[in-house]
Antibody
Framework: VQLVESGGGLVKPGGSLRLSCAAS????????MSWVRQAPGKGLEWVGR??????????DYAAPVKGRFTISRDDSKNTLYLQMNSLKSEDTAVYYC??????????WGQGTLVTVSS | QSALTQPPSASGSPGQSVTISCTGTSSDVGGYNHVSWYQQHPGRAPKLMIY???KRPSGVPDRFSGSKSGNTASLTVSGLQAEDEADYYC?????????FGGGTKLTVL
């Protein structure tokens, strides 16, 4: 299993950014996927998860990001996305792409750093 | 929902056992058998160590074990080794939400 995130960088407050996660080594279309973030020097925080297309492809979000972040997937490209809008300084974190299964996160990417600062 | 409660630090000498607690509520830890534990070394991505309270993924040494009683889950590391020094995070399913603990820094003396 390999998960490779990309798209992180520096963005101004109120701005937008889209993260991508290229998946390989497993049947991506059969997997629920999730994003977990970690602010510098802090603990882990769940961002959201997305179901498989056969299970509706719908997503759930943590309260701090609901309405601002959108998780999507493209099974034809084995890619997971995180669209982040109206970014705030408190969204500064390393964002990890992870596989999700029955309440746990099995495989993790190496993470991509998002910095929200003026 | 609030983060699960973990002690900030724990320690033990090589060969000893150490237990890290993770306390939640009946809405998370106490309500589901979906507690997991993650190990994170500095600068690295977290790694799944325990899932569904007490199950070990392939490749995780049997020195690592998990349990739960009421609203508190525990991770026990037996026969401590130097490479076990890391941060450990618990996580619980809570309906349409996943909640992490604040993390415990395990030091091998």
């Amino acid at each position: 299993v390999q998960l490779v995130e990309s798209g992180g960088g520096l963005v101004k407050p109120g701005g937008s950014l889209r993260l991508s996660c290229a998946a390989s080594g497993f049947t991506f279309s059969n997997a629920w996927m999730s994003w977990v973030r970690q602010a510098p020097g802090k603990g882990l925080e769940w961002v959201g998860r997305i179901r498989t297309e056969t299970q509706g492809g719908t997503a759930d979000y943590a309260a701090p990001v609901k309405g601002r972040f959108t998780i999507s997937r493209d099974d034809s490209k084995n890619t997971l996305y995180l669209q982040m809008n109206s970014l705030k300084s408190e969204d500064t974190a390393v964002y990890y792409c992870v596989t999700y299964d029955l309440g746990y996160f099995g495989f993790w990417g190496q993470g991509t750093l998002v910095t929200v600062s003026s | 929902q609030s983060a699960l409660t973990q002690p900030p630090s724990a320690s033990g000498s090589p060969g000893q056992s150490v237990t890290i607690s993770c306390t939640g509520t009946s809405s998370d830890v106490g309500g589901y058998n979906h507690v997991s534990w993650y190990q994170q070394h500095p600068g690295r991505a977290p790694k799944l160590m325990i899932y569904e309270v007490s199950k070990r993924p392939s490749g995780v040494p049997d020195r690592f074990s998990g349990s739960k009683s009421g609203n508190t889950a525990s991770l026990t590391v037996s026969g401590l080794q130097a490479e076990d020094e890391a941060d450990y995070y618990c996580c619980s399913y809570a309906g349409n939400n996943l909640i992490f603990g604040g993390g415990t820094k395990l030091t091998v003396l």
